[in-house]
């Protein structure tokens, strides 16, 4: 079992940036990857960002050059930086940890970017 614990969700004006933080207990040793989904309101929860164990990351193209997502080892948490925010990046964020075939979520945090 793999829990996940996020924070730093909140309200920004558009072009600002916030930073999300996943933090992982467990049985971390035995992840692939961890990353994030996001849910908008009446929308399909959509992959917004990975990183596997090798550190490579990967991006949906609407986030390319805006988003980064990061991890610490060892504390082994892993980060999503958000920059240059706009409407339509509102949504629940949840993170998200694979391991072989299981999938394992964090609670969700909401994203709220004003116009």
């Known amino acids: 079992q793999v829990q996940l614990v996020e924070s730093g969700g909140g309200f920004v004006q558009y072009g600002g940036s916030l930073k999300l933080s996943c933090a992982a207990s467990g049985a971390i040793n035995l992840l692939y990857a961890m990353g994030w989904y996001r849910q908008a309101l009446g929308k399909q929860r959509e992959l917004v960002a990975t990183?596997?164990?090798?550190?490579?990351?990967r991006y949906v193209d609407s986030v390319k050059g805006r988003f980064t997502i990061s991890r610490d080892n060892a504390k082994n948490t892993v980060f999503l930086q958000m920059n240059s925010l706009e409407p339509e990046d509102t949504a629940v964020y949840y993170c998200?940890?694979?391991?072989?075939?299981?999938?394992?979520w964090g609670q969700g945090t909401q994203v709220t970017v004003s116009s």
């Open positions: 990183i596997y164990t090798d550190g490579n990351p």
């Open positions: 998200y940890a694979q391991s072989g075939s299981l999938y394992y």
